[in-house]
């Protein structure tokens, strides 16, 4: 099992950047897929980003690509997610998830962290 503790959210204007960051323990997350997703009020949470063991492999909701950036530092055991351009309808509760190697769910997740945009 893994604990992730997300940080980094807070209140910015349309067109400004967030750095979201995943602190893991209990398990190294270079042996997990590591996940953002995202909910806003009224809607169901959506993916945002996941990137694979060691970095090797990104994957982006269409929503998000080119504006958004996940990284993974092993050494820290944490998993960031660099927003640029931020839009209003970014806004929401940002969630980091941990996917066993082998599964098919995200089976931990943090409590998240709130990103409000304001245009």
């Known amino acids: 099992q893994v604990q992730l503790v997300e940080s980094g959210g807070g209140l910015v204007q349309a067109g400004g950047s967030l750095r979201l960051s995943c602190a893991a323990s209990g398990r190294t997350v270079s042996s997990y897929v590591m996940g953002w997703f995202r909910q806003a009020p009224g809607k169901e949470r959506e993916f945002v980003a996941a990137i694979t063991r060691s970095g090797g492999s990104t994957y982006y909701a269409d929503s998000v690509k080119g504006r958004f950036t996940i990284s993974i530092d092993n050494a820290k055991n944490t998993v960031y997610l660099q927003m640029n351009n931020l839009k209003p309808e970014d806004t929401a509760v940002y969630y980091c998830?941990?996917?066993?190697?082998?599964?098919?769910?995200?089976?931990?997740w943090g409590q998240g962290t709130q990103v409000t945009v304001s245009s």
């Open positions: 998830a941990a996917r066993p190697p082998g599964k098919a769910d995200y089976g931990s």
